[in-house]
């Protein structure tokens, strides 16, 4: 048990850096650092618990920067992708949910370095209720709400400050969902509340020095930074779902 504090501060500096720079990504870094010293019903509620500290921060910061008609139309595609998520996870296996949405997002990103998002471009309502669908559907059924909203956010003719800020508070929306039902589940226990304490320090200097370093690079080192994130993003559930289906 030693390395355990030690893997849970590491855990929340990186993840504070990431979500301060990228404005997304503070799970998808964290989780699999805090599941090689927690089972996963300890791990998984600690780093939402992570992640909505995060997301709380940066709203207080960029509250200013959020696209509200975006984010309405987002939440409202979200709501019916849940329930339909529900309906899916009872035959679909997480692996093929996966792998069809880790080959989606690198289609993304291949479709985003051909022909790069036009700076003038309205966001799109309808691609926005399709993200938001996507979003809600695939979260319920594997956990991983963010990537089809960060794919389609991308893609908008936003500068990195609108773009984080309005990644931000729809992860924070959805977070507090999250957290909810893991507390009336039981598995916010006095363990995950504790190492949530001893990693707020971490937390809150990764998110100063991810903060600080977004705001020494230009808009273009910004979106490249970004779609790198994404194809990680991609290719890993790509991965995990091959493994999977090979077992």
Known sequence: ?????????????????????AGFGSVLVALPLLLTVLDVRTAVPLGSLVAVSINVVMVA?????????????????SLPGMAAGAWVL????????????????????AQSVVSP???????GRFWAVVA??????????????????IAWASRQPWRRDELRATLTFYFLLTGLCIVTVQSTQGVVTRQV?????????ALLAGIKIGGACCG????????????????????????????????
């Open 216 to 247: 020494k690079v230009d808009e273009r080192t910004f979106r490249t930074v970004v779609l790198t994130l994404l194809g990680l993003i991609g290719t890993s559930m790509v991965w995990q779902a091959a493994g999977t289906a090979l077992r």
């Open 90 to 109: 009872k035959d679909a296996p997480d692996a093929l949910i996966k792998g069809i949405l880790g080959a989606v997002i690198l289609l993304l990103v």
């Open 132 to 149: 938001g669908f996507c979003s809600g559907t695939v979260g319920v059924c594997t956990g991983a709400n963010g990537p089809p909203v």
């Open 117 to 123: 998002a036009p700076r003038t471009a309205p966001a």
């Open 193 to 201: 509340l504790t190492l949530f304490a001893w990693s707020l320090p």
């Open 61 to 77: 910061r960029l509250h200013g920067h959020i696209q509200r008609g975006p984010m309405k139309t987002l939440i409202a595609g």
């Open 1 to 21: 048990m030693e390395p355990l504090l030690p893997v849970c501060l590491t855990a929340a500096l990186l993840a504070g850096f990431v979500q301060g720079f």
